[in-house]
Antibody
Framework: QITLKESGPTLVKPTQTLTLTCTFS??????????VGWVRQPPGKALEWLAL???????RYSPSLKNRLTITKDTSKNQVVLTMTNMAPVDSATHYC????????????WGHGTLVTVFS | SYELTQPPSVSVSPGQTARITCSGD??????ASWYQQKPGQAPVLVIY???ERPSGIPERFSGSSSGTTVTLTISGVQAEDEADYYC?????????FGTGTKVTVL
């Protein structure tokens, strides 16, 4: 059974860097085809894809945010880490990590999400 | 990422059929998926590869595709189907999500 769980700060100040960790089980990023993505959702707004990382370290970023995002993996810990620089109040959102298989196009398992508020 | 357009809202009476559309230029070339999201909860995959249903998803959920539009159909709508629904499809730069549709069961 695949599970994912997001962790990180609930509050960050403007201009700070956000670091979020996704800890997962039920699959391995050493296995061909496996991937993890990050999606955010501002309160009352739509889902927005942020970044993806695959077993072979292939990384993809949202074109509108790619200058601020970095995604990495630690296969020994079954974790994926997302950093977002220069946070602003408009970046306040619930952040989800989700499982994806390369070539499938969809996210089949999601974490419960973690709300990050940017507030001075 | 590119734009996927959905109607903001759809209202339907219990037992009736709800249809939610999603339009995007790349949809003729890419599979679409659909997610259900209830308040305070994470999205749940209800349709993938345009019309495939994951295990555990009721048969009343179905998907179809025609040209630049994909459609999620909920047949025999139940009160528990009241939620936000999002389409999603990849393009060369990564996944894109639709604008979202709120389904209200009257």
């Amino acid at each position: 059974q695949i599970t994912l769980k997001e962790s990180g700060p609930t509050l960050v100040k403007p201009t700070q860097t956000l670091t979020l960790t996704c800890t997962f089980s039920g699959f391995s990023l050493r296995t061909s085809g496996e991937g993890v993505g990050w999606v955010r959702q501002p309160p009352g707004k739509a889902l927005e894809w942020l970044a993806l990382i695959y077993w072979d370290d292939d990384k993809r970023y949202s074109p509108s945010l790619k200058n601020r995002l970095t995604i990495t993996k630690d296969t020994s810990k079954n974790q994926v880490v997302l950093t977002m620089t220069n946070m602003a109040p408009v970046d306040s959102a619930t952040h989800y990590c989700a499982h994806r298989v390369a070539g499938w196009g969809h996210f089949d398992y999601w974490g419960h999400g973690t709300l990050v508020t940017v507030f001075s | 990422s590119y734009e996927l357009t959905q109607p903001p809202s759809v209202s339907v009476s219990p037992g009736q059929t709800a249809r939610i559309t999603c339009s995007g230029d790349a949809l003729p070339r890419q599979y679409a998926s659909w997610y259900q999201q209830k308040p305070g909860q994470a999205p749940v995959l209800v349709i993938y590869k345009d019309s495939e249903r994951p295990s555990g998803i009721p048969e009343r959920f179905s998907g179809s595709s025609s040209g630049t539009t994909v459609t999620l159909t909920i047949s025999g709508v139940q009160a528990e189907d009241e939620a936000d629904y999002y389409c999603q499809s990849p393009d060369s730069s990564g996944p894109s999500f639709g604008t979202g549709t709120k389904v209200t069961v009257l």
